[in-house]
């Protein structure tokens, strides 16, 4: 893969017009990933603005440091996830942000190239995990979960209709076969299990599954509801809180957090969606939301 289609952002333009950095502000990137968005954001803030980057990928980070390095003391690189966004800014001294991004999507090197089995596609170690220091990877899940509790996180972390027989046959896969350990064993499995009346048209019958161990194995619900809750508050007044999201329960999540905060007034009664011109060059693009809300002024602010 070249080295250009791993730093393609999404709705770089959107972002940076929404998130609308300045000279002297004080910006965080929650998922830094290969650093696109950062880079813009720290161009617009010249020549004093910085960036607090937080991504818990390590080849992601490496990546963006390398990307990131004629910035120089402006960018603060956090190897940690965004949940830890209020008591890691105190730990670095910042009292007041200017805006907070998140793009809560998976990178091209995620996905394409970093072996641990985020995608369906060829056939790679189930990990799955952002941060291979953290606990349990995907395998442990699925080789460890009752049949039950894997219905349940495929139906409501993946909205799959048919988790059941899938979880059903994972089981009874592992008892047969032994315990799963590549991502080709998962995708057969999803495939038997799913009749070919039930295949989705537009997406590969093993996506949603994919996406529903992720989630479970790097607990992202939950890092999103706290960061959406404690993000507000190292926000100063008037700053952005930009949000990107790539399926329907992340857009849910942040609609309602939006909606219900006090302390924010909604920007986008829509969310703003990539053009045909993007889309066309970047097929991820097509299902990213950007939803972004502005912390009022006077009533809010550490």
């Not at 990131?68 to 690189?77: M, N, Q, S, T």
């Not at 139906?155 to 048919?162: A, I, L, N, S, V």
């Not at 302390?263 to 990539?274: D, H, Q």
Request: charged share 30%; hydrophobic share 45%; glycine share 8%.
């Amino acid at each position: 893969m070249a080295e250009g289609e791993l730093h393609r952002p999404v709705l770089l333009d959107e972002v940076v017009e929404w998130l609308a950095p300045v000279d002297g502000g004080v910006y965080v990137d929650g998922n830094l990933g290969l650093g696109g968005h950062a880079e813009r954001i720290l161009e617009k803030s010249a020549p004093d603005g910085v960036l607090v980057g937080f991504d818990w990928d390590a080849a992601a980070m490496a990546r963006a440091r390398q990307r990131l390095a004629r910035f120089g003391d402006r960018v603060h690189f956090v190897r940690r996830n965004f949940a830890t966004i209020k008591e890691t800014l105190a730990e670095l001294g910042f009292g007041g942000v200017n805006g907070l991004l998140l793009d809560l999507g998976l990178s091209s090197l995620q996905l394409d190239v970093s072996g641990r089995g985020f995608s369906f596609k060829g056939d790679e170690r189930l990990d799955m995990r952002m941060d291979e220091r953290e606990g349990r990877t995907a395998a442990d899940l699925l080789n460890s979960a009752g049949q039950d509790e894997l219905a349940d996180i495929f139906y409501y972390y993946g909205e799959e209709r048919q988790a059941r027989p899938i979880a059903a046959r994972i089981v009874a896969s592992r008892q047969q076969e032994g315990p799963f350990t590549s991502t080709a064993q998962l995708v057969r499995a999803v495939e038997a299990a799913v009749p070919r009346r039930f295949h989705p048209k537009k997406i590969h019958v093993a996506t949603k599954v994919f996406q529903a161990l992720r989630i479970a194995v790097n607990r992202e619900l939950e890092n999103l509801e706290r960061v959406l809750r404690d993000g507000v508050e190292v926000l100063s007044p008037g700053a952005r809180f930009c949000v990107i999201t790539f399926h329907s329960l992340e857009d849910r999540m942040v609609k309602q957090a939006f909606n219900s905060h006090a302390a924010l007034r909604v920007l986008t009664k829509k969310p703003i969606v990539a053009g045909p011109a993007e889309v066309a060059v970047n097929s991820r693009a097509r299902s990213a939301k950007l939803r972004v809300a502005e912390v009022r002024r006077g009533d809010h602010g550490p």
